[in-house]
């Protein structure tokens, strides 16, 4: 089973997101800021983070660092934001975000690139 952490400091944002993924065969949790999701991570890691909100907490290299501790299970990450400068979307891709949408973002899309990632790394087990 495939486990998914979603971070945003919007609740309804969070259950949104994660009642959309609720039928996948997945363990969906929650979290509100990016401290929580690394006190989470830490305790059992996550096969993919979403972060949704602002993208200026994704972009310190210990988060990054902290996500991809584990060797064996690389955490794929999501970055759902408002629009950002060129420069920070880069900084993003340069830390290792896998992923960067713009909000809005359809739940039907998201949904659908995180199966698409959830295939991809059934490929590659």
Avoid at 71 to 83: A, D, E, G, L, Y
Wanted: contains cysteine; proline residues 2%.
């Amino acid at each position: 089973m495939y486990r998914i952490l979603i971070v945003s400091e919007d609740f309804v944002l969070r259950k949104a997101v994660a009642f959309s993924l609720n039928d996948l065969d997945a363990c969906v949790e929650c979290a509100d800021t990016v401290s929580a999701m690394l006190v989470l991570h830490r305790e059992s890691p996550f096969d993919l983070v979403i972060v949704m909100g602002t993208a200026a907490e994704m972009c310190r290299q210990e988060v990054m660092d902290t996500l991809r501790a584990d060797k064996t299970r690389r955490t794929r990450v999501f970055v759902i934001s408002w629009p950002q400068s060129e420069q920070m979307v880069r900084s993003m891709y340069r830390m290792g975000v896998n992923q960067y949408m713009t909000l809005p973002v359809s739940l039907h899309r998201l949904r659908r690139k995180v199966i698409n990632e959830l295939i991809d790394r059934e490929k590659w087990k």
